[in-house]
């Protein structure tokens, strides 16, 4: 019988609620040149990308200057440390989250197409970096989410089967990511699903997947 002996959580809606700071942000640092990505398409086609893969859809398809993507993409990390800085916070269900499943034995680690500095600021802001093993950013690998490069990358450092892992997703992105890695996947709609009993629940279904 195959055990769960990892879990693999992404960050932006999964453990921070931070798509709508990365929305404002990149609008904010888009806005410098009369541009901004409309909600709908950012829920629809942006959402879970890393910044320079959104910048290049916003050349094919709005005729965005290539030679202002690497200063757009500066001031929007700029823009959402200012956010972070003021408004990432522990989150209590959380903490208790992590914190159990460590104790229970599991292995956690962070897989964020986001840039390893806003990685790194958010888990220390949300307390969180104490309990993970790594985290892993988009800086990290060659192909960003949907690719499963990072998941690859992450079920190797842990020395581990994919079968053994869980990931823990919640865009279309990262749920195709996790799937082509041969992970097991727990999908959420947001932060608010991801609790201990809830992540626990999904651990004892997968493993009973695997035994059948």
Not at 45 to 53: E, I, N, Q, S, V
Not at 154 to 161: C, D, F, T
Request: charged share 25%; net charge neutral.
């Amino acid at each position: 019988m195959t055990k769960i002996r990892a879990i693999i959580f992404d960050m932006d809606g999964v453990l921070i609620d931070a798509r709508e700071w990365h929305f404002e942000a990149l609008n904010r640092a888009l806005g410098l040149f009369g541009l901004e990505i409309s909600r709908y398409d950012h829920l629809t086609t942006f959402d879970g990308l890393p910044t320079r893969k959104k910048l290049q859809l916003l050349s094919l398809e709005k005729g965005l200057p290539p030679a202002l993507h690497s200063f757009i993409n500066e001031m929007k990390q700029i823009y959402t440390m200012e956010i972070v800085h003021a408004r990432c916070k522990p989150v209590f269900c959380h903490e208790f989250a992590l914190s159990r499943l460590r104790q229970d034995g599991y292995s956690l680690v962070v897989c964020s197409n986001a840039v390893r500095a806003s990685v790194r600021v958010m888990m220390e802001r949300a307390c969180l970096l104490p309990y993970l093993e790594f985290f892993l950013s988009n800086e990290d690998v060659e192909r960003a989410k949907p690719d499963p490069d990072i998941y690859n990358k992450a079920i190797a450092a842990l020395k581990r089967k994919p079968e053994e892992c869980l990931v823990v997703e919640d865009n279309e992105n990262g749920v195709k990511a996790a799937l082509a890695s041969g992970s097991h996947l727990m999908k959420v709609n947001g932060v608010q699903d991801v609790h201990y009993a809830a992540i626990k629940q999904r651990i004892a279904e997968a493993e009973g997947q695997a035994h059948a």
